[in-house]
């Protein structure tokens, strides 16, 4: 299995990009389809492939030694395709991280340890890393960067509680953060997530 596909547009002839991170027991082939349901026509799309399916072997809020030998490596594939597609010109304002689940909170763990400002990052059901969070490990200034985070207010792998701290930390970083709870206990993608962000965080592309 390739550790890396791509869709969309090709990088040289992108504006914009977006990684694309995968769920836990999924795959970058299946979080791909999400082309199908956002406004990512235009983009250039980099899916990373976890080993075996999983970024991290335990709960993202697990004691931080069980996770710590995989999430480096994880995270160190998210920063292959972003360097991948800098090193094509695309401008860090005009790069996405979406991801769901597992992808979700890595997509937020790589952009706060990284911050900056992008185009965008979208969380289906995440939150930062760690057994507790810990802002000193955190670098850098979003400036303005949108962050959505969706989830269910009783989500069986992400406590709300941790989505609400995330947010908090997120926006000390500069980061311009809109959180959708919704009241179900469905671990999923809404229809009403993927509205918002189309409207609000694509539709400029």
């Known amino acids: 299995m390739t550790d890396l596909i791509q ?7 992108a504006s914009s990009a977006a990684i694309l991170i995968h769920g836990r027991g999924a795959s970058a082939q299946s979080i791909i389809s999400l082309k199908s349901y956002l406004k990512l026509k235009d983009f250039a ?15 993202f809020m697990a004691p931080d030694e069980s996770n710590q030998q995989s999430l480096k490596k994880s995270l160190g594939k998210i920063q292959k ?24 909170c890595l997509s937020l763990e790589f952009a706060a340890l990284n911050a900056q400002k992008l185009g965008g990052v979208v969380a289906f059901t995440g939150g930062l890393i760690g057994e507790k969070l810990q802002p000193e490990k955190y670098k850098g200034n979003f400036d303005g960067t ?34 959708l709870i919704f ?13 918002w962000v189309n409207e609000h965080l694509l539709s400029q592309n």
């Not at 799309?45 to 709960?59: D, G, H, R, V």
């Not at 991948?84 to 769901?100: A, D, H, M, N, S």
């Open 7 to 13: 869709a969309g547009k090709d990088l040289k002839e």
């Open 45 to 59: 799309l980099l899916a990373p492939q976890a080993e075996s399916n999983t970024w991290y072997p335990y709960s």
């Open 81 to 104: 395709a972003f360097d991948q597609i800098v090193k094509k010109g695309i401008p860090t304002e005009r790069i996405y991280l979406i991801g769901f689940s597992q992808g979700a």
């Open 146 to 179: 949108p962050v959505f985070i969706g989830s269910s207010n009783r989500d069986f792998h992400v406590p709300l509680t941790r989505i609400e701290e995330s947010a908090q930390l997120l926006e000390k970083m500069g980061a311009n953060v809109k959180t």
């Open 183 to 195: 009241d179900d206990p469905e671990h999923t993608i809404r229809e009403k997530e993927l509205e």
